[in-house]
Every structure is written in structure tokens, then in C-alpha cells.
């Protein structure tokens, strides 16, 4: 729409999305790099003035994925310690979504959606470290301030292959950021 402001979203997907990089010996150039990408490619959408939806978030690299490395010990005390502090400062550059929409679904909703894509890379996940990102990710959105929050249960939901689905989710997605219905 031509004068409305503009909206950000942010689609936070727990593992569907995912891409596993665990790189020895801790803190990893490969993942300040990733960061790097994001807060540049976030910047630069918030500073677009255009409405954008964006698939991950830099809150899940820090309070699901690197936090879970810490714990299982592939992440050291000092880099996470290290990797925390470089979080808080990079979200100091960026603005929060005006609405988090969390898809959330369950252990065998997610092993099923993995199936599905076929990526070899993600074939050899286990389901204990399913479960390990999946609490956080549910620790991490029962506890996210930063804004607006849409949960949105896609166990019962297959908005890939039906239309009625998907419209569902844009229905809520509309309800919540216009106030209809």
C-alpha cells in the first residue's frame, strides 16, 4: 500500500530452517560471519522502508543454537561468554520486529517436515538434539519481550502444499498486525 508504513515480521521456524555449521575448537569465524550477514542484511531491510519478512532471527543463532552448543559442550565457556556479549551489542543495531510469528510444532510434526525436504545434510539429526532446540526454542518464546507475538500451532497445518492452510496463517498474521477480527 502506497503511504502505509512500513511493517517487519520476523518467521521464526524452528528447525525446518535449520543449517548445522559446528566448527572445533569453539567460537568460529564461520559463525561471526554468519552474524555479520544478518546484521548487515537485517540493517539494511529495516533501513529499506519496505514491508519484509524475514525467515530467522539473530535472537535464535545466541538463545537456541549457540547456547545448545555451550551445553553440550562444543562451545566453550569463554567463546559463549564471548559470543553472548557480541549478541548484545549487534541487537543494539537492530530494530525488533513489529510481530514475531512463531510456527510452533511438535517432535513428529518436525521430523516430518525434515523427511519431506530431503536434505542430506539434515538426515543425520538425532531426535535428542530435535528435542534439545525445541525446548529452547519454547523457553525462548515464552520468555521473548522484544515485542509483538504470534504463536501459531502448525502440527494440524500443512501451509506448503494447501492453499486453505496458508490462507489460515495470513488471516492470523492480518488479524494480529491490523486488529481485524
Not at 125 to 138: A, H, V
Request: with cysteine; charged share 30%; hydrophobic share 40%.
Amino acid at each position: 500500500m502506497a503511504g502505509a508504513p512500513s511493517t517487519r515480521m520476523w518467521i521464526t521456524i524452528p528447525i525446518w530452517m535449520i543449517s548445522i555449521k559446528i566448527c572445533p575448537n569453539g567460537l568460529s569465524p564461520c559463525r561471526c560471519i554468519f552474524w555479520e550477514v544478518d546484521l548487515d542484511r537485517s540493517k539494511k531491510l529495516g533501513e529499506s522502508g519496505k514491508n519484509i519478512i524475514q525467515d530467522r532471527t539473530i535472537y535464535e543463532d545466541a538463545h537456541i543454537f549457540a547456547e545448545n552448543l555451550n551445553e553440550m559442550n562444543l562451545l566453550s565457556d569463554r567463546d559463549y561468554s564471548n559470543y553472548t556479549s557480541l549478541f548484545n551489542l549487534m541487537k543494539s543495531f537492530v530494530s525488533a520486529p513489529d510481530l514475531l510469528i512463531y510456527l510452533k510444532a511438535d517432535i513428529s510434526t518436525l521430523t516430518k517436515q525434515i523427511a519431506k525436504r530431503g536434505r542430506e545434510y539434515e538426515a543425520g539429526i538425532s531426535i535428542d538434539y530435535l528435542m534439545r532446540l525445541n525446548k529452547k526454542y519454547e523457553a525462548w518464546i515464552n520468555s521473548y519481550k522484544e515485542g509483538k507475538l504470534l504463536i501459531i500451532d502448525v502440527n494440524d497445518l500443512d501451509f506448503v502444499e494447501r492453499e486453505e492452510d496458508f490462507g489460515y496463517i495470513l488471516e492470523r498474521i492480518d488479524a494480529e498486525l491490523n486488529g481485524l477480527f
